[in-house]
């Protein structure tokens, strides 16, 4: 089996402070790491079987990381040197962590340009629920596009406003924005805007949270 490089441990510690932060069930959380730890190998151009980065294997490599970050780790355990640096890059240097979780993010999406489908998605919804013209659905679209670049640069989201896959993902970020006053600050004038799109995005991700949206795993319809 390959060894786990920096990119794919810094995902199991993401997915691992999720579960622990009741971001999501631990079963979602296991299933969606496997997801995209399989598509990181195949974008790599990698072959891969059924048991590569499977549940189970993610299920056990979650309860390693734990064991490190407790400090109560086997000595034995497979690749612990790789794990317990990354684990101190989290906690000493989030700068680098982040960056380096940023590209993981980035290796493992689909080859599917899925921020221009949903930003037109929403802009037919908006359409049909507001009968808005042109401009004013480009105003929406722009303060979306604002908002993902201020809080991915904040650290607050790991990835685009345009990914997120369900309702949950965007009002995360509104219960953090609510409390950051340097997005106060530095969106000061766009605010009202900005509230205002981020609120209809919400329901246009609600309305479409079971349907099959670009965003969304292929394995999760299984």
């Excluded at 780790?73 to 380096?100: C, H, S, W």
């Excluded at 659905?137 to 369900?166: M, P, Y």
């Excluded at 099959?212 to 299984?222: A, G, Q, W």
Aim: hydrophobic share 35%; with cysteine; glycine share 4%.
């Amino acid at each position: 089996m390959k060894p786990w490089d920096k990119y794919e441990i810094a995902l199991l510690i993401e997915t691992y402070f999720n579960i622990e932060n009741g971001v999501h069930a631990r079963g979602n959380e296991l299933k969606r790491l496997s997801v995209k730890l399989r598509r990181m190998a195949l974008n790599r151009g990698m072959t891969i079987d059924a048991v590569y980065r499977n549940y189970n294997g993610m299920n056990r490599k979650v309860h390693n990381i734990g064991d490190i970050i407790m400090n109560a780790a086997d000595e034995n355990m497979p690749q612990k040197k790789e794990f317990t640096e990354m684990v101190g890059l989290y906690f000493d240097f989030p700068d680098e962590y982040r960056a380096i979780l940023e590209k993981a993010h980035k290796m493992c999406r689909a080859n599917t340009p899925c921020g221009n489908e949903r930003k037109e998605a929403f802009a037919a919804w908006l359409t049909g629920e507001y009968d808005i013209d042109e401009e004013a659905r480009s105003v929406r679209i722009s303060a979306i596009d604002a908002l993902s670049a201020f809080c991915l640069k904040r650290g607050q989201t790991n990835r685009s406003l345009w990914e997120a896959e369900d309702v949950r993902d965007v009002n995360r970020v509104r219960s953090l924005l609510e409390k950051d006053r340097i997005y106060k600050i530095k969106l000061q004038k766009e605010i009202p805007a900005v509230e205002r799109a981020l609120k209809e995005y919400a329901m246009f991700v609600n309305a479409k949270s079971t349907a099959d949206t670009p965003c969304r795993d292929p394995e999760r319809r299984k």
